[in-house]
């Protein structure tokens, strides 16, 4: 939630874009891209989802759904450094 609040606000205030880059903050955005970058979610079986096992063959256990926030968390403070860097401070 903090994240979602914090990429509107870098995209209309330019007083908060400037609090970022003198406390830095801007710097705790870019901590947090190398560690979704190091460490992804892992990824899907395309043959298993596209069905491209020859017939007769067992088909491999469901993967299990991985939590989507490290993709929400990596998107969000991408886009409010990409704010930052596109609109000043």
Request: hydrophobic letters at 35%; proline letters at 17%.
């Amino acid at each position: 939630n903090s994240l979602t609040r914090l990429a509107y606000l870098t995209s209309s205030s330019p007083h908060v874009r400037e609090i970022l880059t003198c406390d830095d903050g801007l710097e705790r955005l870019v901590r947090l891209l190398p560690d979704f970058c190091l460490s992804p979610p892992p990824p899907e079986n395309p043959s298993a989802i596209y069905g491209l096992l020859p017939p007769g063959l067992p088909r491999p256990p469901p993967i299990p759904i991985f939590n989507s926030n490290p993709f929400t968390v990596f998107s969000l403070a991408f886009q409010s450094l990409v704010n930052i860097g596109l609109r000043g401070s």
